[in-house]
């Protein structure tokens, strides 16, 4: 059974990323699980998707970001249907796994080494979200810094 979360966005205005975001998990849960991958991570603000995409050359695979998700979509080309397989063990069909991706999260790059496709990302946080150090001066210098710095006279605001 999917909860349903409509009564909590009746009464709340601007959080409809929220909702997508939550809409998006539970179809997740019932999506098909091909092909399998990994989430690792790889350092402080650093991850690694890892898909095992055995049969698809580069060709075969395309990412792309949207609105912080990332789909990765594979499409075996034509050719491979003209050869008789007399027992399919590798699957090789077409597929779309989505990844909702969390704030400031970039895609660095991809690479398919020996079957498994790894896709590389990374948080980047603007300079203007990170946390600054304000140093506190003199009575007499306060008009002045809030004259001067847009992010002073908007937090006197």
Known sequence: MTPD???LFRTAI???????????????????????YNIEKTGEDSY?????????????LDLTVQDNTLVVSGRVNGEQ???E?????IAGRAFERRFV?????VVEGADLQNGLLHVALKRVVPEALKPRKITIGSASAAPQLAANDPAVSEKAA
């Open 5 to 7: 979360f409509a009564p």
């Open 14 to 36: 601007g959080f409809d990323r929220l909702a997508r975001m939550l809409d998006a998990a539970s179809e997740a849960a019932s999506a098909p699980s091909y092909p399998p």
């Open 48 to 60: 690694r998707l890892t898909m095992a995409v055995a049969g698809f050359a580069p060709s075969d």
């Open 81 to 83: 249907a003209k050869r």
């Open 85 to 89: 397989i007399l027992y399919r063990g």
């Open 101 to 105: 991706l969390a704030d400031h999260l």
